[in-house]
Structure formats: C-alpha cells, structure tokens
C-alpha cells in the first residue's frame, strides 16, 4: 500500500542552527513530491515541489533549500533557522494532476 | 487577496445540525479537492471534484462543484463531533504540478 512517512514529528531548533525535516514515500513510483508550511489560520503555502531526482522548483525565495538524493525521499534542509522559520510543514506526493494527493502527519518546528 | 477564498473562517455548530463550507475562485477550476485536517495532523483526503455540476458524497459529506465550475460546497448532515477539525479545499487552476489552497475552515461541535 502507499505511504508517506515524515520525520521529526515536532522539533525545537536554536536561532542560527541547521535543519533537516525528511520524507519517504512507499508504494510507488515517480512521484510528485511537495514540501509545504501552514500557518496558523492560514492555507498551505507551497514550498518546494520535485517532479524527479535532482529536480527541485522553489516557489518560494526564502531560508529553506530542498533536495531528492532518491526517487521516493524529499529533504526539506536549512543551513541557519531564522526565527520565522517557525511552523507547521507537510510533505505531500502524487502522481499526476487532479489524482488524490497523500500528505505526511507533519513536523512541528520552533525556533528558539 | 486569495485566489482560493474559503468560508467561513470558523463554524460552530450544534450537534446535530447542518453545515455548508463554500470555496470560491475567481478562475476556472480544473479539479477542486476537500480534505480534513485535525490539529497538528496531516491531511485526510475526503473528495475530489472535477466536472461542472459533479456531486459526490460519502457518509454524511456532500461536495459539490458548480456548473461554471469556479465554487465548490462541502455540506455535512447531522454533524456529529468525529466531523470537528479543520476542512481545506484545494484546486488545479492549470498548473502543471501545484494546487492552490484556501486558508481553511475551522469546525467545532458543541454536544
């Protein structure tokens, strides 16, 4: 069956420090793979989204770079967290347009 | 101003009752998708939508997308308090690769 996996669940980070937030995918193949940020009371703000290895679309200019070292794992990295890093962020996949979209449970960052 | 509106804000309704979440877009909608959210969680897809006129349920939860396809409504009978969370709609507006996202309703049961 398809899964995603998304890792840490929550995370609290120092001003200044690195950051890695990884996905996994399970299941299929090729996927779509999106990283994306909630804030509180608002939409999800696409970050960066992958449509294969290597190849990375920021949507956003912003502290956060992205990779796709595998078919199925999405890295969501920072090398100094700003303090507006704080927030909710999602990996999502899928496969084509107007299929359904699968999302990871989440992390939780707080930059202290 | 977003390109996907979403309303309301927040809903509280009695359980029991129903409701009516509404998506808007200013744009055509080339497919309009509704997912639920609890605090903290992922998202859990509930329903895509594609075609003008479409209806779809499953449970209690009806969406619908209009006929000029630019609205989409997800409306719950009998509310009961495992439908309290947060519904998002999300739509292909032609993009090749991203949906856009309204910024959610918040649903709260009162017993």
């Known amino acids: 069956s398809q899964t995603i996996h998304q890792w840490p669940a929550t995370l609290v980070q120092p001003v200044g420090s690195p950051l890695s937030l990884e996905c996994t995918v399970e299941g299929t193949s090729n996927p779509n793979l999106y990283w994306y940020r909630q804030a509180a009371g608002r939409g999800l703000q696409l970050l960066f989204y992958?449509?294969?290895?290597?190849?990375i679309s920021s949507e956003v200019p912003q502290n956060l770079s992205a990779s796709r070292p595998q078919d199925r794992q999405f890295i969501l990295s920072s090398k100094k967290l700003l303090l507006s890093d704080s927030g909710f962020y999602l990996c999502?996949?899928?496969?084509?347009?107007?299929?359904?979209?699968?999302f990871g449970q989440g992390t939780r960052l707080t930059v202290v | 101003s977003q390109e996907l509106e979403q309303s309301p804000q927040s809903l509280i309704v009695q359980e029991g009752k129903n409701l009516t979440i509404n998506c808007t877009s200013s744009?055509?909608?080339?497919?309009l998708y509704w997912y639920k959210q609890k605090y903290g969680e992922g998202l859990i897809f509930l329903m895509m939508?594609?075609?003008g006129g479409e209806e779809k349920s499953h449970e209690k939860i009806t969406a619908k997308l209009d006929e000029k396809k630019q609205q989409s409504s997800l409306h719950i009978t009998a509310s009961q308090p495992s439908h309290a969370g947060t519904y998002l709609c999300g739509a292909d507006m032609g993009s090749n690769y991203q949906l856009i996202w309204g910024a959610g309703t918040k649903l709260i049961i009162k017993p």
């Open positions: 992958s449509v294969g290895i290597g190849q």
């Open positions: 939508l594609q075609k």
């Open positions: 744009k055509t909608l080339y497919g």
């Open positions: 999502a996949w899928m496969l084509l347009m107007n299929t359904e979209a699968f």
